[in-house]
Protein backbone atom coordinates (compact mmCIF):
# COMPACT_ATOMS: atom_id res chain seq x y z
CA UNK A 1 0.00 0.00 0.00
CA UNK A 2 2.51 2.50 1.28
CA UNK A 3 4.49 1.76 -1.91
CA UNK A 4 1.39 1.81 -4.07
CA UNK A 5 1.38 5.35 -2.14
CA UNK A 6 5.12 6.55 -3.41
CA UNK A 7 5.14 5.17 -7.05
CA UNK A 8 1.53 7.13 -7.41
CA UNK A 9 3.27 10.16 -5.73
CA UNK A 10 6.33 10.34 -7.98
CA UNK A 11 4.28 9.94 -11.12
CA UNK A 12 2.36 12.75 -10.15
CA UNK A 13 4.90 14.62 -8.94
CA UNK A 14 6.86 14.18 -12.42
CA UNK A 15 3.74 14.95 -14.31
CA UNK A 16 3.48 17.77 -12.35
CA UNK A 17 6.75 19.11 -13.48
CA UNK A 18 5.78 18.36 -16.93
CA UNK A 19 2.76 20.61 -17.09
CA UNK A 20 4.67 23.49 -15.53
CA UNK A 21 4.50 23.20 -11.64
CA UNK A 22 8.12 23.99 -9.95
CA UNK A 23 7.18 22.81 -6.62
CA UNK A 24 4.72 19.98 -5.59
CA UNK A 25 4.27 18.61 -2.00
CA UNK A 26 2.06 17.37 -0.33
CA UNK A 27 0.22 17.47 3.28
CA UNK A 28 -1.97 16.16 5.54
CA UNK A 29 -5.73 17.22 6.25
CA UNK A 30 -5.12 17.89 9.58
CA UNK A 31 -1.83 19.85 9.14
CA UNK A 32 -2.81 23.08 10.65
CA UNK A 33 -4.43 23.04 13.52
CA UNK A 34 -3.49 26.15 14.42
CA UNK A 35 -5.15 28.10 11.54
CA UNK A 36 -8.58 28.75 12.83
CA UNK A 37 -7.68 30.57 15.92
CA UNK A 38 -5.35 32.85 14.02
CA UNK A 39 -7.78 33.05 10.94
CA UNK A 40 -10.32 34.19 13.73
CA UNK A 41 -8.06 36.41 15.31
CA UNK A 42 -7.60 38.87 12.01
CA UNK A 43 -10.71 39.03 11.10
CA UNK A 44 -11.45 39.70 14.52
CA UNK A 45 -9.52 42.54 14.54
CA UNK A 46 -10.89 43.64 11.06
CA UNK A 47 -7.66 43.02 9.23
CA UNK A 48 -9.63 41.81 6.61
CA UNK A 49 -10.92 45.41 5.80
CA UNK A 50 -13.80 44.63 3.45
CA UNK A 51 -12.81 41.41 1.81
CA UNK A 52 -16.34 40.10 3.82
CA UNK A 53 -16.33 36.83 1.63
CA UNK A 54 -13.27 36.04 4.16
CA UNK A 55 -16.14 36.36 7.06
CA UNK A 56 -18.68 34.41 5.12
CA UNK A 57 -16.33 31.63 4.46
CA UNK A 58 -14.47 31.89 7.71
CA UNK A 59 -15.26 27.96 9.00
CA UNK A 60 -14.54 26.02 5.83
CA UNK A 61 -11.68 28.40 5.01
CA UNK A 62 -9.82 27.00 8.57
CA UNK A 63 -10.08 23.52 8.12
CA UNK A 64 -9.73 21.45 4.60
CA UNK A 65 -11.83 19.16 6.15
CA UNK A 66 -14.71 21.20 6.94
CA UNK A 67 -14.82 22.55 3.53
CA UNK A 68 -14.95 18.54 2.14
CA UNK A 69 -14.88 15.94 4.51
CA UNK A 70 -13.92 13.29 2.34
CA UNK A 71 -10.35 14.69 1.42
CA UNK A 72 -6.95 12.49 2.41
CA UNK A 73 -4.45 14.36 1.19
CA UNK A 74 -3.97 18.05 -0.30
CA UNK A 75 -1.25 18.69 -2.88
CA UNK A 76 0.49 22.01 -2.72
CA UNK A 77 1.28 22.80 -5.97
CA UNK A 78 4.15 25.73 -6.58
CA UNK A 79 4.48 28.20 -10.06
CA UNK A 80 7.40 29.99 -10.22
CA UNK A 81 6.79 34.00 -11.25
CA UNK A 82 10.51 35.11 -10.64
CA UNK A 83 10.77 38.38 -12.37
CA UNK A 84 13.97 39.02 -14.70
CA UNK A 85 15.17 42.73 -13.42
CA UNK A 86 14.39 44.85 -10.34
CA UNK A 87 10.32 44.10 -9.47
CA UNK A 88 11.40 48.22 -8.07
CA UNK A 89 12.77 49.92 -10.92
CA UNK A 90 9.36 51.13 -12.21
CA UNK A 91 9.05 52.94 -8.34
CA UNK A 92 11.48 55.74 -9.40
CA UNK A 93 10.10 56.95 -12.92
CA UNK A 94 7.52 59.14 -10.91
CA UNK A 95 5.39 59.81 -14.27
CA UNK A 96 4.50 56.36 -15.09
CA UNK A 97 2.31 53.48 -13.24
CA UNK A 98 4.14 50.97 -11.19
CA UNK A 99 2.07 47.46 -12.21
CA UNK A 100 3.02 44.68 -9.56
CA UNK A 101 5.10 41.62 -10.79
CA UNK A 102 2.73 39.28 -10.68
CA UNK A 103 0.04 41.55 -13.02
CA UNK A 104 2.51 41.88 -15.60
CA UNK A 105 0.93 39.48 -18.70
CA UNK A 106 -1.94 36.71 -17.66
CA UNK A 107 -4.11 36.23 -15.00
CA UNK A 108 -2.64 33.72 -13.23
CA UNK A 109 -5.80 32.42 -11.84
CA UNK A 110 -6.49 31.22 -15.69
CA UNK A 111 -2.92 29.92 -16.15
CA UNK A 112 -2.98 27.87 -13.43
CA UNK A 113 -6.54 26.72 -13.11
CA UNK A 114 -6.03 24.83 -16.77
CA UNK A 115 -2.80 23.51 -15.25
CA UNK A 116 -4.34 22.17 -11.90
CA UNK A 117 -7.33 20.68 -14.19
CA UNK A 118 -4.68 18.87 -16.33
CA UNK A 119 -2.76 17.17 -13.48
CA UNK A 120 -5.49 16.28 -11.33
CA UNK A 121 -7.75 14.66 -14.03
CA UNK A 122 -4.37 12.56 -14.07
CA UNK A 123 -4.49 11.37 -10.50
CA UNK A 124 -8.12 10.89 -10.83
CA UNK A 125 -7.35 8.49 -13.46
CA UNK A 126 -4.11 6.89 -12.21
CA UNK A 127 -5.75 6.55 -8.27
CA UNK A 128 -9.51 6.31 -8.73
CA UNK A 129 -10.08 9.07 -6.65
CA UNK A 130 -11.83 11.87 -6.28
CA UNK A 131 -10.38 15.42 -7.03
CA UNK A 132 -11.00 18.92 -6.59
CA UNK A 133 -9.08 22.05 -7.46
CA UNK A 134 -8.47 25.52 -6.12
CA UNK A 135 -6.17 28.56 -6.82
CA UNK A 136 -6.59 31.66 -4.64
CA UNK A 137 -10.24 32.57 -4.63
CA UNK A 138 -12.14 28.96 -2.41
CA UNK A 139 -12.19 29.20 0.84
CA UNK A 140 -8.38 27.42 1.52
CA UNK A 141 -5.87 28.60 3.10
CA UNK A 142 -3.01 28.08 1.10
CA UNK A 143 -0.04 29.74 2.67
CA UNK A 144 0.07 27.69 6.24
CA UNK A 145 -0.99 24.94 3.87
CA UNK A 146 2.02 25.12 1.72
CA UNK A 147 4.23 25.60 4.89
CA UNK A 148 2.84 22.39 6.30
CA UNK A 149 3.66 20.83 2.64
CA UNK A 150 7.15 21.77 3.02
CA UNK A 151 6.71 24.30 -0.11
CA UNK A 152 8.74 27.61 1.60
CA UNK A 153 7.96 29.09 5.00
CA UNK A 154 5.56 31.91 5.69
CA UNK A 155 8.02 34.98 5.88
CA UNK A 156 7.10 37.76 8.40
CA UNK A 157 5.69 39.30 5.83
CA UNK A 158 2.94 36.67 6.02
CA UNK A 159 3.84 35.51 2.24
CA UNK A 160 5.59 31.92 1.31
CA UNK A 161 9.31 31.91 0.98
CA UNK A 162 10.47 29.11 -0.86
CA UNK A 163 14.23 28.34 -0.57
CA UNK A 164 14.29 27.62 -4.12
CA UNK A 165 12.43 30.23 -5.61
CA UNK A 166 12.27 33.06 -2.94
CA UNK A 167 9.51 34.74 -3.21
CA UNK A 168 7.86 34.70 -6.23
CA UNK A 169 5.84 31.54 -5.81
CA UNK A 170 1.38 31.21 -7.28
CA UNK A 171 0.12 29.14 -5.15
CA UNK A 172 -2.61 26.07 -5.93
CA UNK A 173 -3.91 23.26 -4.48
CA UNK A 174 -5.59 20.09 -4.88
CA UNK A 175 -7.99 18.15 -3.09
CA UNK A 176 -8.12 14.39 -3.39
CA UNK A 177 -9.43 11.20 -1.60
CA UNK A 178 -6.64 9.46 -2.32
CA UNK A 179 -3.94 8.59 0.68
CA UNK A 180 -0.21 9.89 -0.47
CA UNK A 181 2.84 10.46 1.78
CA UNK A 182 3.05 13.42 3.05
CA UNK A 183 6.23 15.80 3.18
CA UNK A 184 8.11 17.53 5.61
CA UNK A 185 7.12 20.99 6.99
CA UNK A 186 9.48 23.83 6.00
CA UNK A 187 10.58 25.51 9.13
CA UNK A 188 10.74 29.30 9.52
CA UNK A 189 14.02 31.01 8.47
CA UNK A 190 13.62 34.72 8.88
CA UNK A 191 16.23 35.07 11.95
CA UNK A 192 16.16 38.61 13.68
CA UNK A 193 15.58 40.04 9.60
CA UNK A 194 12.67 42.31 9.44
CA UNK A 195 13.62 43.93 6.41
CA UNK A 196 10.18 43.36 4.64
CA UNK A 197 8.14 45.04 7.65
CA UNK A 198 10.64 48.25 7.82
CA UNK A 199 10.10 48.92 4.30
CA UNK A 200 6.70 48.70 4.10
CA UNK A 201 5.40 52.43 2.69
CA UNK A 202 2.09 52.17 4.52
CA UNK A 203 3.11 50.77 7.79
CA UNK A 204 0.46 47.48 6.84
CA UNK A 205 2.43 44.95 9.65
CA UNK A 206 1.09 45.59 12.99
CA UNK A 207 3.63 42.56 14.39
CA UNK A 208 5.67 40.25 12.47
CA UNK A 209 3.42 37.55 10.94
CA UNK A 210 0.73 39.95 10.84
CA UNK A 211 -0.96 41.89 8.03
CA UNK A 212 -3.65 44.78 8.17
CA UNK A 213 -4.73 44.20 4.85
CA UNK A 214 -6.67 47.65 5.42
CA UNK A 215 -3.52 49.41 5.20
CA UNK A 216 -2.08 47.05 2.83
CA UNK A 217 -1.23 49.16 -1.17
CA UNK A 218 -2.19 45.54 -2.92
CA UNK A 219 -5.50 46.01 -0.69
CA UNK A 220 -6.25 49.66 -1.25
CA UNK A 221 -5.55 49.34 -5.40
CA UNK A 222 -7.00 46.09 -6.09
CA UNK A 223 -9.53 45.04 -3.14
CA UNK A 224 -10.90 48.24 -2.33
CA UNK A 225 -13.99 49.47 -4.21
CA UNK A 226 -14.70 52.79 -2.56
CA UNK A 227 -11.94 55.87 -1.54
CA UNK A 228 -8.60 55.54 -0.31
CA UNK A 229 -8.05 57.19 3.26
CA UNK A 230 -6.44 60.44 3.02
CA UNK A 231 -3.20 59.09 5.81
CA UNK A 232 -2.85 56.34 3.23
CA UNK A 233 -2.58 57.73 -0.48
CA UNK A 234 1.15 59.55 -0.31
CA UNK A 235 2.70 55.98 1.08
CA UNK A 236 0.96 54.92 -2.30
CA UNK A 237 3.45 56.80 -4.59
CA UNK A 238 3.28 55.54 -7.91
CA UNK A 239 2.11 51.83 -7.34
CA UNK A 240 -1.31 51.47 -9.25
CA UNK A 241 -1.68 48.12 -9.35
CA UNK A 242 -0.39 45.68 -6.26
CA UNK A 243 2.71 46.47 -4.41
CA UNK A 244 6.03 43.95 -4.69
CA UNK A 245 7.94 46.12 -1.98
CA UNK A 246 8.33 43.62 1.17
CA UNK A 247 8.60 40.77 -1.38
CA UNK A 248 10.85 42.26 -3.28
CA UNK A 249 13.88 43.37 -0.22
CA UNK A 250 13.74 39.83 1.31
CA UNK A 251 17.02 38.31 1.34
CA UNK A 252 15.81 34.84 0.61
CA UNK A 253 15.31 36.29 -3.59
CA UNK A 254 18.92 35.60 -3.74
CA UNK A 255 17.61 31.97 -5.17
CA UNK A 256 15.15 33.49 -6.92
CA UNK A 257 15.24 32.40 -10.59
CA UNK A 258 13.13 33.70 -13.78
CA UNK A 259 9.64 31.93 -14.62
CA UNK A 260 9.66 29.13 -17.24
CA UNK A 261 6.18 30.11 -17.94
CA UNK A 262 5.73 32.24 -21.10
CA UNK A 263 2.46 33.51 -20.09
CA UNK A 264 3.50 34.33 -16.77
CA UNK A 265 6.51 36.27 -18.04
CA UNK A 266 6.90 40.00 -17.15
CA UNK A 267 5.76 42.13 -20.09
CA UNK A 268 7.88 45.39 -20.83
CA UNK A 269 4.38 47.23 -21.96
CA UNK A 270 3.02 46.39 -18.66
CA UNK A 271 6.13 47.47 -16.48
CA UNK A 272 5.74 50.76 -16.18
CA UNK A 273 2.86 52.85 -17.85
CA UNK A 274 2.79 56.98 -18.94
CA UNK A 275 0.06 58.50 -16.23
CA UNK A 276 -0.69 60.78 -18.78
CA UNK A 277 -1.65 58.04 -21.27
CA UNK A 278 -3.68 55.88 -18.60
CA UNK A 279 -5.91 58.73 -17.09
CA UNK A 280 -7.32 58.78 -20.99
CA UNK A 281 -8.63 55.53 -20.41
CA UNK A 282 -12.49 54.83 -20.80
CA UNK A 283 -14.00 52.03 -19.88
CA UNK A 284 -13.86 50.22 -23.76
CA UNK A 285 -10.27 51.31 -23.72
CA UNK A 286 -9.24 50.63 -20.18
CA UNK A 287 -10.70 46.74 -21.13
CA UNK A 288 -8.49 46.44 -24.37
CA UNK A 289 -5.56 47.53 -22.98
CA UNK A 290 -5.91 45.39 -20.11
CA UNK A 291 -7.25 42.44 -21.49
CA UNK A 292 -6.55 39.02 -19.73
CA UNK A 293 -4.52 40.86 -17.38
CA UNK A 294 -5.07 40.72 -13.28
CA UNK A 295 -5.75 44.38 -13.99
CA UNK A 296 -8.92 44.18 -15.97
CA UNK A 297 -10.45 42.88 -12.64
CA UNK A 298 -10.46 46.31 -10.96
CA UNK A 299 -12.72 47.71 -13.89
CA UNK A 300 -12.26 51.55 -14.95
CA UNK A 301 -12.92 53.89 -12.27
CA UNK A 302 -11.09 52.06 -9.61
CA UNK A 303 -7.88 52.09 -11.86
CA UNK A 304 -8.43 56.10 -12.96
CA UNK A 305 -8.92 56.60 -9.16
CA UNK A 306 -5.24 54.63 -8.55
CA UNK A 307 -3.84 56.76 -11.23
CA UNK A 308 -5.02 59.90 -10.32
CA UNK A 309 -3.20 58.64 -6.68
CA UNK A 310 0.03 58.28 -8.62
CA UNK A 311 -0.50 61.93 -10.38
CA UNK A 312 -1.27 63.58 -7.07
CA UNK A 313 2.08 61.98 -6.18
CA UNK A 314 4.38 62.33 -8.71
CA UNK A 315 5.12 66.07 -8.08
CA UNK A 316 4.85 67.02 -12.17
CA UNK A 317 2.80 69.80 -12.44
CA UNK A 318 2.12 68.67 -16.19
CA UNK A 319 -0.03 66.00 -15.31
CA UNK A 320 -2.14 68.28 -13.67
CA UNK A 321 -3.96 68.90 -16.88
CA UNK A 322 -4.60 65.18 -16.46
CA UNK A 323 -6.40 65.35 -13.29
CA UNK A 324 -8.17 68.88 -14.25
CA UNK A 325 -10.29 66.85 -16.84
CA UNK A 326 -10.75 64.46 -14.96
CA UNK A 327 -12.94 66.65 -12.19
CA UNK A 328 -16.17 65.99 -14.40
CA UNK A 329 -15.93 62.52 -14.65
CA UNK A 330 -18.82 60.27 -14.22
CA UNK A 331 -17.82 58.39 -11.14
CA UNK A 332 -17.16 60.12 -8.09
CA UNK A 333 -14.58 58.25 -7.27
CA UNK A 334 -12.44 59.56 -10.04
CA UNK A 335 -13.70 63.43 -9.49
CA UNK A 336 -12.96 62.68 -5.24
CA UNK A 337 -9.36 61.60 -6.63
CA UNK A 338 -9.17 64.20 -9.50
CA UNK A 339 -9.97 66.84 -6.33
CA UNK A 340 -7.12 65.75 -4.42
CA UNK A 341 -4.26 65.09 -7.09
CA UNK A 342 -4.74 68.99 -8.42
CA UNK A 343 -4.47 70.09 -4.41
CA UNK A 344 -0.55 68.17 -4.22
CA UNK A 345 0.16 69.74 -7.92
CA UNK A 346 -1.27 73.25 -8.54
CA UNK A 347 -1.14 76.92 -6.43
CA UNK A 348 -3.67 77.35 -4.27
CA UNK A 349 -5.41 80.78 -6.38
CA UNK A 350 -5.43 77.90 -9.41
CA UNK A 351 -7.49 75.14 -7.15
CA UNK A 352 -9.54 77.88 -6.26
CA UNK A 353 -10.43 78.97 -9.44
CA UNK A 354 -11.24 75.27 -10.75
CA UNK A 355 -13.17 74.58 -7.79
CA UNK A 356 -15.61 77.21 -6.36
CA UNK A 357 -17.96 76.30 -9.03
CA UNK A 358 -18.02 72.77 -9.44
CA UNK A 359 -18.11 72.68 -5.62
CA UNK A 360 -21.25 74.80 -5.94
CA UNK A 361 -22.52 71.94 -7.95
CA UNK A 362 -21.01 68.94 -6.41
CA UNK A 363 -24.09 66.62 -5.20
CA UNK A 364 -21.62 63.87 -4.06
CA UNK A 365 -20.49 63.86 -0.23
CA UNK A 366 -17.03 62.12 -0.81
CA UNK A 367 -16.29 64.65 -3.47
CA UNK A 368 -17.49 67.74 -1.44
CA UNK A 369 -15.65 66.81 0.87
CA UNK A 370 -12.11 66.75 -1.22
CA UNK A 371 -13.18 69.83 -2.25
CA UNK A 372 -13.76 71.06 1.00
CA UNK A 373 -10.12 70.23 1.86
CA UNK A 374 -8.30 71.55 -0.92
CA UNK A 375 -10.15 74.77 -0.87
CA UNK A 376 -9.75 75.13 2.83
CA UNK A 377 -13.68 75.71 3.14
CA UNK A 378 -14.78 75.36 6.59
CA UNK A 379 -17.61 73.25 7.43
CA UNK A 380 -20.28 75.37 8.58
CA UNK A 381 -19.50 77.96 5.49
CA UNK A 382 -21.24 76.01 3.19
CA UNK A 383 -24.29 73.63 5.34
CA UNK A 384 -27.27 73.64 3.34
C1 LIG B 1 -6.85 37.75 1.20
C2 LIG B 1 -5.57 37.69 0.38
C3 LIG B 1 -4.83 38.88 0.24
C4 LIG B 1 -5.14 40.12 1.05
C5 LIG B 1 -4.64 39.87 2.51
C6 LIG B 1 -3.22 39.27 2.55
C7 LIG B 1 -2.91 38.44 3.78
N1 LIG B 1 -1.65 38.44 4.16
O1 LIG B 1 -3.77 37.81 4.36
C8 LIG B 1 -4.36 41.21 0.25
C9 LIG B 1 -5.30 41.85 -0.74
C10 LIG B 1 -3.71 42.31 1.11
C11 LIG B 1 -3.33 40.36 -0.48
C12 LIG B 1 -2.14 40.87 -0.97
C13 LIG B 1 -1.20 40.11 -1.64
N2 LIG B 1 -1.36 38.85 -2.11
CO1 LIG B 1 -2.86 37.74 -1.60
N3 LIG B 1 -4.16 36.44 -1.06
C14 LIG B 1 -5.16 36.49 -0.22
C15 LIG B 1 -5.83 35.12 -0.09
C16 LIG B 1 -7.07 35.09 -0.98
C17 LIG B 1 -6.18 34.67 1.33
C18 LIG B 1 -5.07 34.90 2.39
C19 LIG B 1 -5.56 34.60 3.79
O2 LIG B 1 -6.09 33.54 4.06
N4 LIG B 1 -5.41 35.57 4.71
C20 LIG B 1 -5.88 35.43 6.06
C21 LIG B 1 -4.71 35.44 7.04
C22 LIG B 1 -5.21 35.29 8.48
O3 LIG B 1 -3.95 34.32 6.72
P1 LIG B 1 -2.38 34.35 6.60
O4 LIG B 1 -1.90 35.53 5.86
O5 LIG B 1 -1.94 33.02 6.15
O6 LIG B 1 -2.11 34.63 8.14
C23 LIG B 1 -1.25 33.86 8.85
C24 LIG B 1 -0.36 34.71 9.72
O7 LIG B 1 -1.13 35.78 10.22
C25 LIG B 1 0.03 33.67 10.69
N5 LIG B 1 0.42 34.12 12.01
C26 LIG B 1 -0.25 34.89 12.85
N6 LIG B 1 0.48 35.03 13.96
C27 LIG B 1 1.59 34.32 13.82
C28 LIG B 1 2.67 34.14 14.67
C29 LIG B 1 3.70 33.34 14.26
C30 LIG B 1 4.85 33.18 15.16
C31 LIG B 1 3.66 32.73 12.98
C32 LIG B 1 4.77 31.85 12.52
C33 LIG B 1 2.57 32.94 12.13
C34 LIG B 1 1.55 33.74 12.57
O8 LIG B 1 -1.07 32.79 10.88
C35 LIG B 1 -2.01 32.99 9.86
C36 LIG B 1 -2.36 31.62 9.35
O9 LIG B 1 -1.20 30.90 9.01
C37 LIG B 1 -4.68 34.18 -0.68
C38 LIG B 1 -5.18 32.95 -1.44
C39 LIG B 1 -5.65 31.87 -0.49
N7 LIG B 1 -6.81 31.32 -0.73
O10 LIG B 1 -4.94 31.54 0.46
C40 LIG B 1 -3.90 35.15 -1.61
C41 LIG B 1 -2.38 34.99 -1.64
C42 LIG B 1 -1.90 34.91 -0.22
N8 LIG B 1 -1.93 36.25 -2.21
C43 LIG B 1 -0.86 36.14 -2.94
C44 LIG B 1 -0.14 37.24 -3.46
C45 LIG B 1 0.86 36.94 -4.58
C46 LIG B 1 -0.33 38.54 -2.97
C47 LIG B 1 0.53 39.79 -3.23
C48 LIG B 1 2.03 39.51 -3.32
C49 LIG B 1 0.02 40.49 -4.54
C50 LIG B 1 0.71 41.80 -4.87
N9 LIG B 1 1.92 41.77 -5.39
O11 LIG B 1 0.15 42.85 -4.67
C51 LIG B 1 0.17 40.65 -1.98
C52 LIG B 1 1.13 40.37 -0.79
C53 LIG B 1 0.83 41.20 0.42
C54 LIG B 1 1.25 40.50 1.72
N10 LIG B 1 2.35 40.92 2.34
O12 LIG B 1 0.56 39.56 2.16
C55 LIG B 1 -0.42 34.70 -3.08
C56 LIG B 1 0.82 34.47 -2.19
C57 LIG B 1 1.72 33.39 -2.73
C58 LIG B 1 2.80 33.05 -1.73
N11 LIG B 1 4.00 32.78 -2.23
O13 LIG B 1 2.57 33.02 -0.53
C59 LIG B 1 -1.72 33.92 -2.60
C60 LIG B 1 -1.46 32.62 -1.84
C61 LIG B 1 -2.55 33.67 -3.87
C62 LIG B 1 -2.00 32.50 -4.68
N12 LIG B 1 -2.80 31.47 -4.87
O14 LIG B 1 -0.89 32.47 -5.15
N13 LIG B 1 -3.74 39.07 -0.57
S1 LIG C 1 2.47 44.54 -0.37
FE1 LIG C 1 3.34 46.62 -0.05
S2 LIG C 1 1.84 47.71 1.21
FE2 LIG C 1 1.32 45.51 1.30
S3 LIG C 1 2.38 44.79 3.12
FE3 LIG C 1 3.80 44.45 1.42
S4 LIG C 1 5.06 46.33 1.35
FE4 LIG C 1 3.27 46.79 2.62
S1 LIG D 1 12.51 39.90 4.39
FE1 LIG D 1 13.46 38.89 6.16
S2 LIG D 1 11.81 38.86 7.71
FE2 LIG D 1 10.85 39.25 5.73
S3 LIG D 1 10.25 37.24 4.96
FE3 LIG D 1 12.28 37.67 4.10
S4 LIG D 1 13.69 36.73 5.60
FE4 LIG D 1 11.71 36.89 6.62
Avoid at 35 to 50: N, Q, T
Amino acid sequence: MKTNGEALKRAFVERAKQIGFDMIRIAAPDSIPFAPERLKAWLEAGHHGSMDWMVDTAERRADPRTLWPEVRSIILLGVNYGPTSDPLAALSHKDCGSISIYARNRDYHDVIKGKLKEVAGFLAAKASSDVKVFVDTAPVMEKPLAEAAGLGFQGKHTVIVSREFGNWLFLGAIFTTAELPVDEPERNHCGSCRRCLDICPTNAFPAPFQLDARRCISYLTIEHRGHIPEELRSGIGNRIFGCDDCLAVCPWNKFAQASREVKLMQRDDLAALPLSELARLDDPSFRMRFSGTPIKRTGRDRFIRNVLIAIGNSGEAALADEAIRLLDDPSPLVRAMAVWAIGRLLPHEAIVSLGSERFKHESDADVRGEWKRVLSVKEETHAA
